[in-house]
């Protein structure tokens, strides 16, 4: 399990945390942009794997990581014609895909660590792996779950301009994400919804506005929901160090 969070951390800091607006548009004009975002998530990881990569073992599998998110990320950025409908589903497609090459990359190594003593093995310390596991949570409260909303609302609302989520928005998303979270893990489940009172207060104004009641539903159900999910999943793990 170590192995494949370090792998799952890796992607999502280079995937979410150090991929700008600004590289997104790099890699929509050509594979240059591809070449430095897979470059970032490489190093990520290696920096993350640091303790067995003294064995070509890992190294062969960090190429394989590469070559194959140049794949996933060059299909999709400079081979697939971009729609607003379809901008949910190859998202979907793509974070399939990159999860499926790192489960594959985990499970090779495990079943080959039992046959082959050479090869390293990470040590088994249940504490970072707890750890690890709340930085991917945080990292998608913060980071994942904006693309999704902006994604979806493109994908339910055809015929206007492309929408963005405005900084501001997503800090405030984040910051009710995260602490709907915290109440989950402290036992206060019930105080959720109050997480969210500030987007509604502060965001009133969409409520009676047409045009935009289906964005401030959409978005505020997605970021609901995302809590709710990250909630479950993280209460089962024991806090780090703790």
């Given at each position: ?7 799952l951390l890796g992607h999502?800091?280079g ?6 607006l600004?590289?997104v548009?790099m890699?929509?004009?050509g ?6 975002h ?8 290696v920096?993350?794997l640091l ?6 073992w890992y ?5 394989f990581l590469a ?9 999709r950025a400079?081979?697939?014609t971009y ?7 190859y ?10 090459v790192?489960?594959v990359?985990?499970a090779v ?7 082959n003593?050479a090869?390293?093995?990470l040590?088994n310390s ?5 750890l690890?596991a709340y930085?991917i949570?945080?990292?998608f409260?913060i980071w994942?779950v904006?693309v ?7 994908a ?9 989520i405005a ?6 998303g984040?910051?009710?994400r995260?602490?709907?979270v915290?109440?989950?893990l402290?036992?206060?489940e019930y ?5 969210f009172?500030p987007?509604?207060?502060l965001q009133r104004?969409e409520?009676y ?5 289906m964005r401030?539903?959409?978005?505020t159900?997605i ?7 990250a909630?479950i999943?993280?209460?089962k793990?024991?806090?780090?160090f703790?």
């Amino acid at each position: 399990m170590s192995l494949l969070l370090r792998l799952l951390l890796g992607h999502m800091v280079g995937d979410y945390v150090l991929q700008p607006l600004q590289l997104v548009v790099m890699k929509q004009r050509g594979w240059r942009g591809v070449l430095v975002h897979v470059a970032v998530v490489v190093v990520v990881t290696v920096i993350l794997l640091l303790p067995i990569l003294d064995h070509w073992w890992y190294w062969l599998w960090l190429m394989f990581l590469a070559v194959s998110h140049i794949i996933i990320d060059g299909s999709r950025a400079l081979l697939l014609t971009y729609s607003e409908r379809r901008g949910l589903l190859y998202l979907a497609i793509d974070q399939a895909l990159h999860v499926s090459v790192l489960a594959v990359i985990a499970a090779v190594t495990h079943a080959s660590l039992a046959r082959n003593t050479a090869i390293p093995a990470l040590s088994n310390s249940p504490h970072w792996d707890h750890l690890i596991a709340y930085m991917i949570g945080l990292i998608f409260l913060i980071w994942t779950v904006p693309v999704v909303e902006r994604e979806t609302m493109n994908a339910l609302l055809t015929g206007e301009e492309r929408i963005a989520i405005a900084a501001s928005d997503r800090w405030l998303g984040a910051l009710e994400r995260v602490g709907g979270v915290a109440l989950m893990l402290v036992g206060l489940e019930y105080l959720v919804p109050f997480a969210f009172v500030p987007r509604v207060l502060l965001q009133r104004a969409e409520w009676y506005n047409s045009p935009l009641q289906m964005r401030f539903f959409a978005k505020t159900a997605i970021s609901f929901s995302s809590a709710v999910l990250a909630g479950i999943l993280l209460a089962k793990i024991p806090l780090p160090f703790f």
